[in-house]
Each structure stands twice: as structure tokens, then as C-alpha cells.
């Protein structure tokens, strides 16, 4: 069982920067490759960025790519997503999942329907 709490979000101005903060319970989190996700007023959830469960890998939606670094600290059970350059269209609440099983291919958890664990989520809001 694995337990995920979210914090970091926000009001912010476009244009400015944002750290999400995704602490996970358990003495096997070094093993679960991670996820955040967003999800829109309206919209579904879609991925935003993946890593490796030793840290060494990691993929990222398109729209974010270049602006969103994804990254881990094992000993501290927690994973990061470090936000720049934000724009409006990035307003949404972020998820931070894990698989059901460890050591998952980041190509394996890029979906919603391939996590398994999940937190309540952390609205981040992005004015112009």
C-alpha cells in the first residue's frame, strides 16, 4: 500500500515558477517508478511527467516539455515537479500516482488507468 500526499500548489501569474511536492508512505518507495498528472475544470486527466524508480529516467507530455522538470529523493520519500514558465492553460489540480507493482517502465505508467495509488491532488491556478 502506498500513500501519496501533494502540496505545493497555488495562485500564481503566469510567467512564474511553482514546486510541487508529492510525499509517499511506505519503506518501498525507491521501487515505484512515479507520475503527476493534471487534470482541468471539465476536462479528463492526462499525463504530465514520469520517473524512473532510481531516479535515471524520465518522460514528459509534450506541452510541458522544456518548462516541467520531474525529479526524486528517495531517502526522502518524496518526489518533486518543479514548474517554470507557467501559462493559464497549466491552471488544473496535479495528482501524484504510482503503479500498483515496482519497478514499472516509465512507457508503462503514462496513462491514468496505469496507476494504481493516488493523492488528493494540489490546485494549481495560473492568471495572465
Known amino acids: 500500500q502506498v500513500q501519496l500526499v501533494e502540496s505545493g500548489g497555488g495562485l500564481v501569474q503566469a510567467g512564474d515558477s511553482l514546486r510541487l511536492s508529492c510525499a509517499a508512505s511506505g519503506r518501498t518507495f525507491a521501487t515505484y517508478s512515479m507520475g503527476w498528472f493534471r487534470q482541468a475544470p471539465g476536462q479528463v486527466r492526462e499525463f504530465v511527467a514520469a520517473i524512473s524508480w532510481s531516479g535515471g529516467g524520465t518522460y514528459y507530455a509534450d506541452s510541458v516539455k522544456g518548462r516541467f522538470t520531474i525529479s526524486r529523493d528517495n531517502a526522502k520519500n518524496t518526489v518533486y515537479l518543479q514548474m517554470n514558465s507557467l501559462k493559464r492553460e497549466d491552471t488544473a489540480v496535479y495528482y501524484c500516482?504510482?503503479?500498483?507493482?515496482?519497478?514499472?517502465?516509465?512507457?508503462?505508467?503514462?496513462?491514468?488507468?496505469?496507476?494504481?495509488?493516488w493523492g488528493k491532488g494540489t490546485l494549481v491556478t495560473v492568471s495572465s
Open positions: 500516482a504510482a503503479p500498483s507493482v515496482p519497478f514499472r517502465r516509465i512507457a508503462d505508467i503514462i496513462t491514468p488507468g496505469a496507476m494504481e495509488y
